[in-house]
């Protein structure tokens, strides 16, 4: 397991964690959440043995083999699928070892070697690498292609492929869907159900989160909490949590204000003179409740746009594309005022270059775009962020755009997106993405655009973030068209999709879920193979095993999924009337004389109610690693 026992950490002069505990069974799927700059990123480098802690101890098994996706790729020659085969380092080894063997003629050795690398199954090796590109993204056609000649994002999905090869035991995920779309994510999550060991991720993606995890770790005021269960889970768990602590912080406060009260009422009179000493004393010994902080650090929206003209865009028989290549051609189509769009399609179908065209960023090669005289368009990519003067502050950026306007006006508008205090006078070069980001954002917000585009506008934007983006949004009354993998934001903030496939655009009559069983028809209808070398296997053998292993499995499951379901039905019943005890014990009213007997029943109904909760809880993590054992084997 994975243990941190009483961890301080620092960056510089910022304290991250001070005395924090946290214990990660194995098999655990945990989700490390937090807001920007409270220290996840600096736990995993902890983890990986790149920063040290500054008291306390972070404990792994010694023999754990730990993966994580490196930020950097050179410039190789090295074919794909050899750089993704290199991740599983023990294969590596092993081959090199039998080089070595081999030219030695140590036939005791060689033996050995082959009998290790049969132990690994090394001869299916080569399938896994092409099965792991393909989900990646990768069409078998260019896997032996060298890393050189992938693009920089298409490189970080080697780099997720290369961790994803190793055989670890502990794996670290650092948004690892930044770089994906929404058909790869899916896969993804389908994959890292599946894994064995123990993963930790890093994610502002609250469906990847929802899919995937078991736990939530949650970084904030310089310590983890642990929650069972997945992102939405946590929510409502943490929800509870900071509405007791509220309420205890309330009732604290009530009692502070008596004894200071007293102190000043009587400090000064012989006769209470000692009684007033000690509630000095008592006051000095309270351990102090923090207020819960359930507010977002943002609050912007978008004001309604000067002028909605009908319709804002209007294609005719366009095609577009780069140089001489045309990636979409006979595109017919109509951007009215108000619409909502989601654009659906795999990585280089061409929503981006669909999304630069109505940008004018680029210019159709065929066909005419119609243009509304007051069009206003607000657009969001990635690639803007590196316009932004790394020497100028937030604040400076807001000035150009409005010179007219004072500047107090723009400190408050600037402080709806967290840029308050310094932050707003500070340089851009140093801030994060997520940062950048918001700041880009704000800028679009300001311009009042009658058309938003935007091309992932939630890569490294935290959950708080995400959630203000999503509400401002939905309240925008201008024309929205969206590119984005993070499934939240299509669902709560498009009414309808237009799919980019095949070098056309068109109307897409579904949701998303409709889109995935799309996906997985058209795979199958193509015959594309679910890895890079399954010709090498027998699949009718491998099939018939699955199925066989599927349905022991699941007779093992069964009676355990349902002991779960009856547990998950106490818990919820036990903690709904804990949560309803906690609230009326927190409420002033309570302790008046007309409550007094509910006040006495209450009180030990509460003891009992917590008892049960605790020895529920307990059965239901014990039936948890059962299944997770059962998946572990399969």
């Not at 990646?136 to 298409?154: M, T």
């Not at 599946?194 to 770790?217: K, M, N, Q």
């Not at 005022?337 to 270059?353: E, F, M, P, Y």
Request: proline letters at 4%; glycine letters at 8%.
């Amino acid at each position: 397991m994975i243990q941190l026992k009483n961890l301080s950490l620092r960056r510089g002069l910022k304290e991250l964690l001070v005395s924090a505990n946290l214990t990660l069974n194995p098999g655990y799927k945990a989700g490390l959440t937090g807001a920007n700059g409270v220290g996840k990123s600096s736990l995993f480098a902890l983890l990986k043995g790149e920063l040290h802690a500054d008291s306390g101890d972070a404990l792994l098994p010694p023999h754990w083999v730990m993966a994580h996706v490196a930020q950097e790729t050179p410039a190789l020659d090295t074919p794909a699928l050899e750089y993704v085969l290199d991740g599983d380092r023990e294969l590596r080894q092993l081959e090199q070892q039998l080089a070595d063997a081999e030219a030695r003629n140590d036939g005791t050795a060689i033996g050995h070697l082959h009998g290790e690398l049969s132990r690994i199954e090394a001869w299916s090796a080569p399938a896994r690498a092409g099965k792991l590109l393909t989900g990646l993204g990768f069409d078998p056609a260019i896997q032996q292609n060298p890393v050189r000649s992938f693009s920089g994002g298409w490189r970080m999905r080697l780099n997720l492929a290369q961790a994803l090869m190793c055989r670890s035991d502990l794996l670290l995920l650092d948004e690892p869907t930044n770089h994906l779309d929404l058909e790869t994510v899916l896969w993804l999550e389908d994959w890292l159900q599946a894994y064995p060991g123990t993963l930790l991720v890093i994610s502002h993606d609250r469906d990847f989160l929802d899919a995937i995890c078991s736990h939530i770790v949650e970084a904030a005021n310089q310590t983890l909490t642990l929650y069972t269960g997945n992102y939405s889970q946590f929510e409502t768990m943490r929800a509870e949590k900071l509405a007791r602590q509220q309420g205890e912080f309330e009732k604290q406060q009530r009692q502070i204000a008596h004894l200071e009260s007293f102190i000043t009422r009587f400090k000064a009179k012989a006769s209470k003179a000692r009684q007033a000493q000690s509630r000095v004393k008592a006051l000095e010994k309270l351990e102090r409740i923090a207020p819960a902080h359930v507010a977002s650090p943002f609050d912007f929206h978008f004001d309604s746009p000067d002028h909605l003209p009908n319709p804002l865009v209007r294609l005719d028989k366009v095609g577009i594309g780069y140089g001489d290549k045309t990636i979409l051609n006979g595109l017919s189509l109509s951007v009215e005022a108000g619409s909502r769009i989601g654009l659906l399609g795999v990585n280089g179908a061409g929503k981006s270059t669909l999304v630069k065209l109505l940008a004018n960023e680029l210019q159709p090669q065929t066909g005419e775009v119609v243009k509304a005289q007051t069009l206003k368009i607000g657009y969001f990519a990635q690639h803007q962020l590196e316009t932004l003067r790394e020497d100028d502050s937030p604040l400076q950026h807001m000035q150009r755009l409005a010179p007219t306007t004072r500047e107090i006006e723009l400190r408050s508008f600037l402080g709806g997106f967290n840029f308050r205090g310094d932050a707003a006078t500070d340089p851009v070069g140093p801030m994060s993405g997520g940062e950048k980001a918001r700041l880009a954002l704000a800028m679009i917000v300001w311009q009042k655009p009658n058309l938003l585009l935007l091309d992932e506008p939630t890569n490294h934007l935290d959950l708080e973030m995400r959630h203000a983006l999503t509400l401002a949004l939905q309240d925008f009354s201008g024309a929205l068209i969206v590119v984005s993998h993070d499934r939240s934001l299509l669902e709560s903030t498009t009414d309808t999709f237009w799919l980019v496939h095949g070098g056309t655009v068109k109307p897409f009559d579904g949701d998303l879920e409709d889109y995935r069983q799309w996906r997985i028809e058209q795979l199958a209808e193509s015959g594309k193979p679910s890895n890079g070398d399954a010709q090498t296997l027998n699949r009718k053998e491998q099939k018939r095993q699955e199925a066989e292993t599927r349905q022991r499995l699941s007779q093992l499951k069964k009676p355990l999924q349902n002991k779960l379901s009856k547990l998950e039905k106490q818990l919820e019943t036990l903690s709904k009337e804990k949560a309803e005890l906690d609230a009326f014990l927190a409420d002033p009213a309570a302790y008046d004389e007309a409550n007094k007997a509910r006040l006495a029943d209450s009180l030990k109904r509460q003891g009992v109610v917590s008892a049960e909760l605790e020895t529920v809880e307990e059965d239901w993590m014990g039936v948890q690693e059962e299944l997770e054992q059962i998946d572990r084997e399969a």
